[in-house]
């Protein structure tokens, strides 16, 4: 059973009262300042001011992170704001090595002819002998999306489908349980053509997840906060740095405690949490109830 110290208190002040080096794995989701309507904070700060408190969480997480931990940072932009995520990045470069950059997808589009061909097969990849007209209209029926986005009405922007989750270490070269979330070879040729394979068939992620919103009926019952990541995207972050190297997770901004859910899937050992919100700490607590009861039913 995971044990929980969640508690109603701004983030910088409350991880300041922790034990330097006590904690293994950071999970975490920030405010994006792009004016999004939270319960009790504002949103809406000047650039600089925003940077400026991005680099005194940061420096709080620094310390606090042991040196083979993991900050695994979620952070999104607005179509018109395209610079925002990489100038937190640029900001909290002080405080941390950048060690990978992770593509969180939300919504995708596949052409189903493409993703039912063997990798590498150049000859599937030509045009069929057909008039391009013919082509255009099978290609049209053959798309197939997945996932879920907020769409925009603009001439200028494209929909916004992705986000990033920045991986921190302190050295850069903190090792991870990569195959923890590994997915077989299309092509079966490489496990015996790559040694470092061992025979198995069963290869790294790489750094873009697919990983879609469950759907809702009611945003205010069920996802009632304006910013929130999926459980599992918490849960791919915990397994991927390994669950077995986890004694102590932190998430400073904990929301409605996505994080949370996804530390007692995993059975991390303990997981503390900061949120200044009451609503969302509240229902923090309802969410890690309710998966103690599902898990004493099973």
């Known amino acids: 059973m995971t044990k929980f110290d ?3 208190e701004d983030c910088i002040a409350g991880m300041s009262r922790l034990a330097e080096r006590s904690v293994d794995l950071v999970v975490t989701s920030p405010p994006y300042n792009l004016g999004i309507s939270y319960g ?15 680099g005194e969480w940061a420096g709080q997480v620094r310390r606090v992170l042991r040196p ?13 704001n395209p610079m925002l995520p990489h100038e937190i ?7 941390f090595v950048l060690q990978n950059t992770i593509h969180w997808i939300k919504s995708i589009a596949i052409d189903d002819h493409c993703s039912r061909r063997p990798a590498g097969d150049a000859r599937a990849s030509r045009p069929p002998s057909r ?6 209209r099978e290609a049209a029926t053959a798309i197939r999306s997945f996932g879920h986005f907020k769409p925009i009405n603009s001439a200028r922007f494209l929909n916004d489908c992705h986000e990033y989750v920045f991986h921190f270490t302190k050295s850069g070269r903190v090792g991870l349980n990569r195959l923890a979330l590994g997915v ?30 469950e759907t809702i009926q009611s945003r205010e019952k069920e996802r009632p906060h ?27 901004f904990l929301g409605i405690g996505n994080s949370a859910v996804g530390a007692q899937r995993c059975g991390v050992k303990k997981l503390i949490g900061f949120e200044i919100d009451d609503a969302y700490l509240a229902e923090a607590k309802r969410r890690i109830a309710r998966g103690r009861g599902a898990r004493s039913r099973k």
């Open 131 to 136: 008039s391009f007209g013919a082509a255009s």
């Open 184 to 213: 077989p070879y299309q092509d079966k040729s490489n496990i015996a053509r790559w040694s470092h394979t061992r025979g198995k068939d069963l290869r790294c992620r790489g750094n873009t997840w697919f990983v879609p919103y």
């Open 68 to 80: 083979d931990g993991s900050f695994f940072l979620n952070i999104g932009a607005a179509p018109s």
């Open 226 to 252: 304006p910013a929130t990541f999926p459980v599992q995207l918490a849960e791919w972050c915990i397994t991927l740095h390994g669950v077995s190297r986890v004694e102590t997770m932190l998430d400073p």
């Open 40 to 54: 009790k904070y504002s949103d809406r700060q000047d650039r600089r001011s925003y940077l400026g408190w991005c």
């Open 89 to 95: 990045v640029m900001t909290l470069r002080e405080f």
């Open 6 to 8: 969640l508690r109603r």
